[in-house]
Antibody, heavy 114, light 107 residues
Framework: QLVESGGGVVQPGGSLRLSCEAS????????VHWVRQAPGKGLEWLAV????????YYADSVKGRFSISRDISLNTVYLRMDSLTSEDSAIYYC?????????WGQGILVTVSS | EIVLTQSPATLSLSPGARATLSCRAS??????LSWFQQKRGQAPRLLIF???DRPTGVPARFSGSGSGTDFTLTISSLEPEDFAIYYC?????????FGGGTRVEIK
């Protein structure tokens, strides 16, 4: 399974780092994505780190503000989020990618508010 | 970026009915199209990948078809637990993009 942590309330302009820890499998063998969902809205893809750990891609909406990384020793993928605005308030999911986005975490809530 | 348009936005059907959901891409995605089901308060669940392949554990009443720009998710006979929101996703090119979703509700 995948377990996200690190969410919470942050002020506009602030930063947050989300973690996604895997159990029962090794993350380094897979690509891992972050996807978010604002309240009452649809799904938005944000970022991916490929299995090699080197290649990373981002949605235009977060490019330059968000950064994805991983720590193989901790079997964890991270999403560093900077310059947060109210539009970043959402549930954030990490997702494993085998041949498809086949395993989703339960999600973690991020609220950007003063 | 590839835009995915799902239709209809809402589908009102009775249990036992056949549901047909559409996903159209602004440019070809080959067969790199997946479908997800999301129930209230839950994470999405993968239903179909590569346009027509079903992961282990997904009931056979769910089927996907299409290639290029036009795709369809069919639920052959709606069960009570199938009333949910369905999203398509293209993984043909970066950035990945989701469709806006189709809500399947009880008529």
């Amino acid at each position: 399974q995948l377990v996200e942590s690190g969410g919470g309330v942050v002020q506009p302009g602030g930063s947050l780092r989300l973690s996604c820890e895997a159990s029962a499998f090794t993350l380094s063998g897979y690509a891992v994505h972050w996807v978010r969902q604002a309240p009452g809205k649809g799904l938005e893809w944000l970022a991916v780190i490929l299995y090699d750990g080197t290649n990373k891609y981002y949605a235009d909406s977060v490019k330059g503000r968000f950064s994805i990384s991983r720590d193989i020793s901790l079997n964890t993928v991270y999403l560093r989020m900077d310059s947060l605005t109210s539009e970043d308030s959402a549930i954030y999911y990490c997702v494993r990618d085998a041949t498809a986005l086949d395993l989703w975490g339960q999600g973690i809530l991020v609220t950007v508010s003063s | 970026e590839i835009v995915l348009t799902q239709s209809p936005a809402t589908l009102s059907l009775s249990p036992g009915a056949r549901a047909t959901l559409s996903c159209r891409a602004s440019q070809t995605v080959g067969n790199h199209l997946s479908w997800f089901q999301q129930k209230r308060g839950q994470a999405p669940r993968l239903l179909i990948f590569d346009a027509s392949d079903r992961p282990t554990g997904v009931p056979a009443r769910f089927s996907g078809s299409g290639s290029g720009t036009d795709f369809t998710l069919t639920i052959s006979s709606l069960e009570p637990e199938d009333f949910a929101i369905y999203y398509c996703l293209q993984r043909s090119s970066w950035p990945l993009t989701f469709g806006g979703g189709t809500r399947v509700e009880i008529k």
